[in-house]
Nanobody, 120 residues
Framework: QVHLVESGGGLVQPGGSLRVSCAASGSFVSIGSMSWYRRASDKVSELVAS???????NYAEAVKGRFTISRDNAKNTVTLQMNSLKPEDTAVYYC??????????????WGPGTQVTVSS
């Protein structure tokens, strides 16, 4: 139904920046909310940021002022710009997209994840 692929993870020093992107493809009418989650090796998954189709954003307290989520509805992509990165931001970052299917059904797809490591 929906195929998500993340890109842009990697290794960065504390204080640096990274941008992760996610592209959605497949069979759906449209995409509702798009989100980024992360899971550190010793923690449960947490919502990092989300954005609705009209651009309303929501951020976890830990990343407010440092991360910016944006989307391109024409290209079905969502991007997370991460600035002033800290070691505690190290995690696998997952993209999620709520797709709208025919007859009003909804399906949330997930990407395989991309590793972000913040270390000196």
């Amino acid at each position: 139904q929906v195929h998500l692929v993340e890109s842009g993870g990697g290794l960065v020093q504390p204080g640096g920046s990274l941008r992760v992107s996610c592209a959605a493809s497949g069979s759906f009418v449209s995409i509702g909310s798009m989100s980024w989650y992360r899971r550190a090796s010793d923690k449960v998954s947490e919502l990092v940021a989300s954005i609705t189709i009209d651009g309303t954003t929501n951020y976890a307290e830990a990343v407010k002022g440092r991360f910016t989520i944006s989307r391109d509805n024409a290209k079905n992509t969502v991007t997370l710009q991460m600035n002033s990165l800290k070691p505690e931001d190290t995690a696998v970052y997952y993209c999620a997209a709520e797709t709208i299917l025919p007859y009003g059904k909804k399906y949330t797809g997930w990407g395989p994840g991309t590793q972000v490591t913040v270390s000196s």
